[in-house]
C-alpha cells in the first residue's frame, strides 16, 4: 500500500488535469452501454415517477423523490463509478505509471473523477429541468444551499470512492464493496425513506451517515423552508476531512497483491 505523498497533493495544474479528464472522457464515451444508463437515467426516473404519482395520485411526493434522485445521482455516477474507475486505472498500471511522471497525486485523482463530477451536475440539472416540465412541481426554492449540497457531495463521494478503492480487489468485486454504503445511504440518509420515520434511536445515528449532511442540504435547498443548515453542513465537512485524511493515510496506487 502506497500513502499520498504529501509534498505531491498541492500541486494542481489546470492543463494537466484537463489533459487527464480528457483521457477519462475518451474511456467514458467508448464504454456504449455505461454511457447510455448514465444518459437516460434521469429520462427514466422522472418518467417512472410521473407513473408513479399519476397512478396513486400522490402529487405532492414529486418535489420530495425528485431530491431522492439526486441523491442516487451522486451515489450510482460519482461513488459507484468512480470506484470501478480507480480500481481498473489502479490494476491496469494507469495510476503508477501517472504517478511517475509530473502530474501529482491530487491531479491524478481529480483528473479520474472530474468527468464522473461533470455528468452528474449535467444529470441534476436534466432531472431539475424534466422534473419541472413533466411533473409540473416548483423548481428549487433555494439554488445557492441546493448547489452547496451537490458540490459538497460529489466532493466527499468522490474522496470515499477514492478510499473505498482500496479495498477493493478488482473492478469485479466493485458492486460488493459499494453496496454497503449505498444501502446504508439509501435507507438511512433520507433518499426515498424519511428519516422521521425511523424509531428515534436509528434517526439519530442515522444523521451521521456520511450521506445525511448533504441531502438535508439537498432538501432545503429544493423545497425551502427554515430547516437547521448548520448541523448537517458540519457533519457532511466532518466527513470530506475524515475522508481526505483516509485517501491520504489508505489510497493504493498499485495493484493489490
Known sequence: MTALNSARV??????????????????????????SVALLMPVVMVLSLRFTLSSNGAAGLAEATLTGGIGMVLLMVVYMNLVSAYVARREELVLKRLRTGEAGDLEILAGTALPAAVLALAQIAGL???????????????????????LA???LLAGLAALTSAFTRNVESAGLTTLPLFLASVIGSGLFVPVDSLPDALARAAELLPLSG????????????????????????AWIALTVFAVRRWFRWEPRR
Do not use: C, K, Y
Request: proline letters at 7%.
Open 128 to 150: 431539475a429541468v424534466a422534473g419541472a416540465a413533466v411533473l409540473h412541481v416548483r423548481g428549487p426554492q433555494n439554488p445557492a444551499v441546493l448547489a452547496l449540497g451537490v
Open 10 to 35: 498541492p500541486d494542481l495544474r489546470p492543463r494537466r488535469l484537463a489533459a487527464l479528464a480528457r483521457s477519462e472522457i475518451t474511456l467514458l464515451v467508448r464504454n456504449r452501454a455505461a454511457l
Open 214 to 237: 448533504v441531502m438535508a442540504l439537498v432538501r432545503a435547498g429544493w423545497l425551502g423552508g427554515d430547516a437547521e443548515l448548520l448541523v448537517p453542513a458540519a457533519t457532511t465537512l
Open 153 to 155: 457531495g460529489i466532493l
